[in-house]
């Protein structure tokens, strides 16, 4: 079974300053899709970015950019610029039947 | 990215009743759905994942008859939890795969069931 862990619970950043989110998983797949989604206080889920196992680039969405460690099976998120609408909790997730990892809320001070 | 809506995002019912919770993706064609349970401060639980035309497939410790699903078309899956008892207060959320072979999921806004 996939398992997906993010060790940091809560995380605090100054606004438009960079922060990196962890996320480690286990599998014994070769292909598949890795994701990271936040989760507003209105509780909706977003989005944020998407990356393929089998590609060995990095996935980038404008100030959101992942480091993807295949080896290691690491998915770290990193928001730069941090903007105060960045507050939420990230979920880590593993491919189509989502394993969601624990999650990290992000605070984002002034 | 693509639209999922769910609805309704609120309800109160009483111990007993039956609560249906409808999930539909707007701008494309899903033929899996899937939906979730979140408890306050945790992840979210895969409850079930709901296949156009077929049965839904249910999580270990999920109660099928409890929590039955219909995905009748494929833009449309229901829930419904039947004889609802406090215990089934949550927050429900629904998700539907863009078919584009790359996995992606786009989620509804939720549900919170309060069960009285």
């Known amino acids: 079974a996939q398992t997906v862990t993010q060790s940091q619970p809560e995380m605090s950043v100054q606004e438009a300053e960079t922060v990196t989110l962890s996320c480690t998983y286990d599998?014994?797949?070769?292909?598949?899709?890795l994701f990271w989604y936040k989760q507003p206080p209105s509780r909706q889920m977003i989005l944020v970015i998407r990356?393929?196992?089998?590609?060995?680039q990095n996935a980038t969405e404008n100030r959101f950019s992942v480091n993807f460690q295949k080896a290691a099976k690491s998915f770290s998120l990193k928001i730069s610029d941090s903007q105060l609408g960045d507050a939420a909790m990230y979920f880590c997730a593993y491919r189509s039947k989502l394993t969601f990892g624990t999650g990290t809320r992000l605070q984002v001070t002034l | 990215g693509a639209v999922v809506s769910q609805h309704p995002s609120r309800v109160i019912c009483k111990s007993g009743t039956s609560v249906k919770i409808e999930c539909r993706s707007l701008d494309f064609q899903a033929t899996t759905m899937f939906w979730y349970r979140q408890f306050p401060k945790q992840s979210l639980m895969l409850m079930a994942t709901s296949n156009e035309g077929s049965k839904a497939t249910y999580e270990q410790g999920v109660e099928k008859d409890k929590f039955l699903i219909n995905h009748a078309s494929l833009t449309l899956s229901t829930l419904t939890v039947t004889s609802a008892h406090p215990e089934d207060s949550s927050f429900y959320i629904c998700?539907?795969?863009?078919?584009?072979?790359?996995?992606?999921?786009?989620f509804g806004p939720g549900t919170r069931l309060t069960v009285l």
């Open positions: 599998t014994s797949e070769s292909d598949y899709y």
């Open positions: 990356q393929e196992a089998y590609k060995q």
């Open positions: 998700s539907a795969r863009v078919p584009d072979g790359t996995d992606t999921q786009y």
